[in-house]
Each structure stands twice: as C-alpha cells, then as structure tokens.
C-alpha cells in the first residue's frame, strides 16, 4: 500500500476548501459569458481566481465569530476575549507558542496572554479558535460538572494516535469506558500498599548512587530515578521488570572516564531515549493544532522512535501471550499461573489476543506510572536541594517515624503528614502534567469570571487548559504562591485550598481522575523515605547541571527564581542539551558521614 506523507494527507483533507472557490469563479465566468454574451475581461478572471480562496476564508471566519457571538448573546453570555494577533490566522501566536516550546518556557506565552486579558482567552492559532483557561470553576466544568459536554476529541486523538493509539489517556465514549474497567482494579489498595517491588530496585539504585560518590562523581537523579521507576511499573505491570538499573548509572559529560559501548546500546537505555522523544513531539504537535502536519511534510517523527519502543515491548508482550498458550494446555504451574493473572498485562492478554490494543494500554499505563512520579522525584530533590531547612525538617520525620534502617510501611507512608506536605507541595509547583486539553462536543457554558457574565464555547472547540499556571496564581494561593513552602498544606493557608478544591489538581479529577494516585504517593514515600535513611544532604551540581537562559534570570516570577532548565513533553522534565546518553540533568547527593 502507497504511503503518503504527512504533508500530502493534509492537503488531501483540506483540498475541498481550495478546490470550492475556484470551481464558483470558474462556474461565474461561465454565467457571465452567456449572461453578457462575450467572456469576462482576463484581468477580472486573473483577479478573482487570486482571491477566491482568501475571500472564502475570511468569509468563514467572518462568519464562524458572528454566529458564535450571536449565539453568546442569546444565552445571555459573552464570547472569550481574543488574543490580538498581527498575522493573518494567528501564525505570529504560533511562532510565539512554539518558540516557548523549544525554549523551555513552561505555559508561555499563555501566561502572558493571562496577566492581560485573564484568566481565559480565545488564543486564535492556525484559524482555529482555541479557549485557553487557567480558571478553576472551568476546569471544573471541562472535568467534572460537564464531563459529557467535553472530550479528548478528534484532533488530540489525530496528534497522540502514533504513539498511544486508542488507550486509556487517548479514548473517549464507550472505548475509554472499556479501557478505564480493565485497569481499575489493578490499583486497588491491596495491590499498591506492597511494597517489596519498591524496595529491591529502590535499593539497587541507591547502592549504586553510592558507589558512584565513592568514585567522587555527581549522579544524574532524574536518570537513576526514571530507571527505578521504570524496573518497579514494568514489574508491577508486567510480572517481571526489564531490569533498567543494570545498565548502570550515567557518568557527567565532563567526565574522563567513557562510557562503554554496552551502556550505549542497552536496550533500556535505547527505549527511554526513543519513547521521551516520541512524547516531546506528539506534545510539538499540539501546538499546530489540527495543522500539525505541515510542521512533519516530509515524514511522521513520532513513528520512527515507536518503531524503536517496539522492539522493547513487543518481546515482553509476545511472551505473554506465550505463557498463555502454556496455561491453556496446563503447562505452568498453578503458582506461576497465579502470579501472571495478577499483572495487568495477564489480564489484558486474557481479554484479547490483538498486541495493538494491548500495546496501546501498556503504553499508556507505562507513562503514567513511570513518567509521572519520575519527574515528582526529581523536582521534590531539586527543590529539596535548595530550601535545606525543609530537608533537615522532612528527614527528622523520617528518622523519627521510621528509623535509620527500617523498611516503611504502607501506615508510615500514611502516618508521616510532612512528607505528605512536601510531595502535594512539588505536585502544586511542578504537577508532572502541566498542560491539558479537550474538545467541546456541544454548545457550552463557563461561569463569568469575577461576577461577570458566563462565557460561552461554541461545539467542537479545543479548550486547553494549565494546572501549572493555575498553581501559581497568587489570587488563589495568596501572595506567596510561587514560593516552595510545604507548610502551606499544613497551616491556615490550608484555608486557600479547603475552600475550592479545584485549585490543585495534579492528579485530574472527575470520572477521568488518574487511578494511579495513591500508587504514585506510596512509590515517592517509600524512594524518599531510603533516600534520606542513607543520605543527609542534597546538592545541586551547578557546574555540571544545565542552566536556563541567562535573560531570565534578569527577569521577573517563578521563571527567574529557576536554576535548572524546565521542559515538558506529555509530562515534566529537567532537560540538558548534552545529547545521548546523557540526555537529563546532574545533580549531586553528597554522603552523611556515617555511610559507608
């Protein structure tokens, strides 16, 4: 089968558009031969075959914002105020929007639209009308009060397709129904207060962070972190783990020594380079909207770096449909039989036999149980690097709840509310998804914003929308919103948030809340909980670590108080422009003086 591509596809799709005002003049020029008798002059023909598309499209967009605002006033509502735009279609907004996107600057330049027009704006990109809200009783809507008015939609479904295709994160109607009941009970209580699988690789990474300070080198945590998270939800998920953590650590970029052709090539390794690539361009997309591939003409970059994820899953996948092969004809034990109907992957492969509909869940299900508490983890320990008085505070709770050796439990996890402090705290600055988006289905309305009228958003518009920025607003959070202060959960600021819960919301909420919650809290207490039982102090590595932008150091808010740089993809990352292998930041953990 011919392949076009991604290019041509547009085209193709939009080609009626083009087609249409040319076949009217064409058809008009016939009319006015017969009509006068004689054929219309070439420069009237010449003149409008030029400008019969760009008439239509101003004609549409005319009349697209007069049907919307007729329809605004008859429900008593106004229409989102619009971002000015300079360029014909927006396309100054979307070098702006994607400029911010390359450089790092997490929710810009939506922010700035924000602070000028409020917390909801139409950013108009590509002739596509976007409204863009930061405002917590929207969000409510958009998740929770008018679920069904609101869904992932055609065009997300279009961009993220290459690399989630129809699973959980990435469904809507009837298929997200059937993928949200197979994955429900594998996060019930019983299954994410076991603790073992934590442990084993928890203590695998640290010895070897150990042994790597004992060489004098800084280790890469986001690196060592996103490999224990990857061995604990592949062994949770899968039954077995594809033991990441033995391809060793990464060494800094200035170190003399090299790294050996094995680690390079460690299929691990290989994996988590071509899936957080896959993520960083299916969220590039986004940016184009329903345009995206006129930004990939010439080829799909999601699907190369799939092609490479697949020969890491695909063998585990294969071999699970083998071992059910073997259960049918009684070849397994009754124990092994028992422990592989326990994973979710034994499930899923009991339920279908088709690897695109179990690779599309696995997938999913891997980002968000890896990813997600990958990227908590290393911006807790990043911001613990820098407020030492909140480490020495959350550590004297560690060793007081716990102790210097023991193993915690699912009841300390519960018990030690600090702990619970700090994490919601890194959650609330740096929540692992910090930008969103849905599709209205139908006609909808948002309450005003401060006493003003309610906003309406016509069918079929995209509406994303930012926990990040919404996290950081000072008239939610109290002047101090951009400052990490984990006693804001615990003191009467709690006040901000008891009030209106919709203010944090880094798990989502509604019937798409992420059922992985407790999972992700019990994974980041017990990682921290062995941290800071062999560790007492955390350093940022600042000669190796990579630094942002100098100009905004120069500048104002949260983005000048930074001194890693930020980036996102599907979720939150520390970003280094170093290249592989060593494609994630640099810190260093420095030893208490009594470990060994």
Known sequence: MVEFPPGFIYIGHRLHHLVCPLALVYAGSGTWAVVFERPAPRWLRVSAYLLSIPVALTWSVLYSYLRDRREAARRGAVLAPRVKSWWPGGFDILLSVAHGFRKGHIGSPFDQYCQEYGPVVNVRVVFEDRI??????????ILATQFKSFEKGPVLWDQLSGLLGTGVFNSDGETWKLHRSMTRPFFSKDRIS?????EKHAEDALNQAKARFQEG????????????????????????????????????????????????????????????????????RSRFGSSWRLAEFWGDRVRKQVEVCHRFIDPILEDALETKGKQTTAQVRIEEKEAFADTLLGHLVNCTEDLTVIWDEIVNILIAARDTTTATLTFLIYMLSQRPEVLERLRAEVLGKVGSSKRPTYEDAQNMKYMRAVINETLRLYPPVPLNVRTSTEAAMW??????????????????????????????????????????????RLKYLTSNPFIFLPFNAGPRICLGQQFAYNEISFFLVCLLQTFSSIMLAEDIQTRPDPKRAQGTGWGSQEKVTIRHHLTLYVDVSTGWPSFVDLRKVERCGVCP
């Open 217 to 284: 080198y800084p280790v890469d945590f986001q690196d060592m972190v996103g490999r224990f998270t990857l061995d604990s939800a592949t062994e949770f998920l899968f039954g077995k783990s594809v033991r990441s953590l033995s391809a060793g650590l990464v060494y800094p970029k200035h170190c003399v020594l090299v790294q050996n052709k094995e680690y390079t090539n460690h299929l691990s390794n290989v994996f988590a380079y071509a899936f957080s690539e896959a993520q960083s361009q299916v969220a590039f």
């Open 194 to 198: 076991h603790f073992d699988i934590f």
């Open 447 to 492: 309450p005003g914003v401060n006493g003003g009228p309610p906003i309406y958003i016509p069918p079929k518009t995209r509406t994303p929308y930012s926990v990040f920025l919404m996290h950081r607003r000072k008239d939610l959070w109290g002047p101090d919103a951009d400052i990490f202060d984990p006693g804001r959960f615990l003191d009467a």
């Open 132 to 141: 863009f809200t930061t405002e917590p009783e929207h969000i409510k809507a």
